[in-house]
């Protein structure tokens, strides 16, 4: 069964309500008749749902819904506003708070189970959908690592142990070539071990809010132009490319790292070198939009469909036959997951075979 919790002061309303939602044997009900006695009730049991009424002494409803979602554990859980007041103003505090939905006093029987069956449907829409997510998620893991991790571990063995076996046979010319193969592998594997280690830092920094609120509080690059010039001429000139590049970037203060400003170029300078053929233009540019600093990266490459730039997260790729892709699939979600962690954001407006923009939008520093 069901909890459901329901938190409101004035005894009559309160016994009736649980009469009424009881009747239908399908939730097991708990009641409270102060903010601060729902709140014990809420952190003892987790109910499924929470009715509330909005103007109580003490602690008001207003009050219940901020300390729920201040808890990871309860800022989840639906909650319904239970009111007197129907103005616009009420309820659109109520909702910028985080409510699900409100109704309104005095209510009939079918209006408070209409708005009960819709908010347990809905999540239990979104548990599924989580769930569902975090299968592709293992599914993608348990194919896509293993062979990640062998593709360049497999090249360093292979050329380890032709040195050992042949060295002595070998001409200066191939020793050193096996040297550069060699080396191309560790680099491939280390940038993927180094993806790995970063995807797991950030998950872990969502779950320490303090440190969370200290580095989006604390965190400047005062002058982002030659870093992005300087990782987007290095990237280019690794695949022998510097001539497609044009660079136009503004010079203001911005709300990153240094650090996390790098792995948002690295990914998105790599990919956009990686996907698109020699001679065809790259674009770099940045602007100021709505108060955010706009990096925007444009190619004319393989592209995207609209399906698989939904289906954008961790070690998912897309047409590694085709195209035969190196990496883990995380270089996106980690550029998504650094901007999260500075109230940024990522649109992505692709067409297959034709081209790929990406643009980032991070906070200006004042």
């Known amino acids: 069964m069901k909890k459901i919790l329901i938190i409101e002061d004035e005894i009559p309303v309160l016994e009736n309500l649980a ?50 979602k201040q808890n990871e554990i309860t800022s989840t859980i639906p909650f319904i506003f239970l009111t007197a007041k129907s103005e616009k103003e009420d309820m659109r505090h109520g909702m910028e708070l985080g409510a699900d939905d409100f109704i309104t006093k005095p209510f009939t029987y079918k209006e408070v189970f209409k708005a009960i069956d ?7 829409q979104i548990v599924t959908k989580s769930e569902q997510q975090l299968n592709e998620l293992r599914i993608n893991l348990a194919t896509t690592l293993p062979h990640e991790l062998r593709t360049p571990l497999n090249g360093i063995l292979a050329s380890s142990h032709l040195l050992i076996e042949h060295f002595d046979k070998m001409d200066i010319n191939e020793v050193l070539q096996v040297h550069k193969s060699i080396y191309t592998s560790a680099k491939r594997l280390n940038r993927l071990i180094t ?18 609120h200290s580095i989006k509080t604390d965190s400047m690059v005062e002058s982002p132009e030659p870093i992005i010039k300087d990782i987007a001429t290095n990237f280019a000139s690794n695949y022998k490319r510097i001539n497609d590049l044009t660079i136009n970037i503004l010079n203001t203060p911005i709300n990153i790292t240094q650090e996390h400003l790098y792995k948002i170029c690295e990914e998105l300078f790599d990919n956009a070198l990686k996907f698109s053929k020699d001679n065809t233009d790259i674009f770099i540019s940045s602007d100021i939009v709505n108060g955010f600093y706009e990096l925007k990266v444009k190619d004319v490459g393989i592209g995207l469909s609209p399906e698989q730039i939904s289906k954008i997260g961790a070690y998912v790729q ?15 979600i980690i550029v998504k997951r650094i901007l999260q962690v500075y109230d940024g954001y990522l649109e992505i407006e692709s067409e297959s075979d034709k081209y790929t ?10």
């Not at 819709?118 to 239990?124: D, G, N, V």
């Open 118 to 124: 819709s908010r347990l449907q809905k999540t239990e």
């Open 19 to 68: 009469e009424l939602i009881s009747e239908s044997q399908e939730f097991f009900v708990m009641t409270a008749s102060d903010g601060i006695k729902g709140l014990e009730l809420v952190v003892e049991h987790l109910p499924d749902l929470i009715l509330c009424d909005i103007m109580m002494p003490g602690m008001d409803g207003y009050e219940v819904l901020k300390s729920l």
């Open 357 to 366: 923009e990406i643009k980032v939008y991070l906070r200006l520093c004042r």
């Open 318 to 332: 897309f047409d590694r036959k085709l195209h035969e892709q190196q990496g883990s699939g995380l270089g996106l």
């Open 195 to 212: 993806n790995y280690l970063t995807f797991a830092e950030l998950e872990l920094l969502f779950k320490d809010k303090q440190k969370l």
